[in-house]
């Protein structure tokens, strides 16, 4: 993927890298995992969880970026 790449062309140490990746995975294989689970449980509820995680990893980019614009006008 490209931050791979990305990465590779700069300065990180290669330890620190795989330590930040391992880190960065586990909300979302805490959640997949969670979604697997729910589906398995109760299909209706698994739908909805999955149409929940996808809305809110859709929009917190842009609430992320009005919040960051707000502040620098203050």
Not at 26 to 47: D, E, K, R, V
Not at 55 to 73: A, D, H, R
């Amino acid at each position: 993927d490209i931050v791979s790449y990305g990465a590779g062309l700069t300065k990180v140490s290669y330890k620190t890298f795989a330590i930040a990746t391992f880190f960065g995975m586990i909300p979302a294989t805490y959640f997949f995992a969670l979604t697997g689970h729910t589906y398995m449980a109760s299909p209706a509820l698994g739908i909805i969880l999955s149409l929940v995680l996808i809305t809110g990893m859709l929009v917190t980019p842009y609430i992320l970026k009005k919040m960051k614009t707000s502040k620098s006008k203050v």
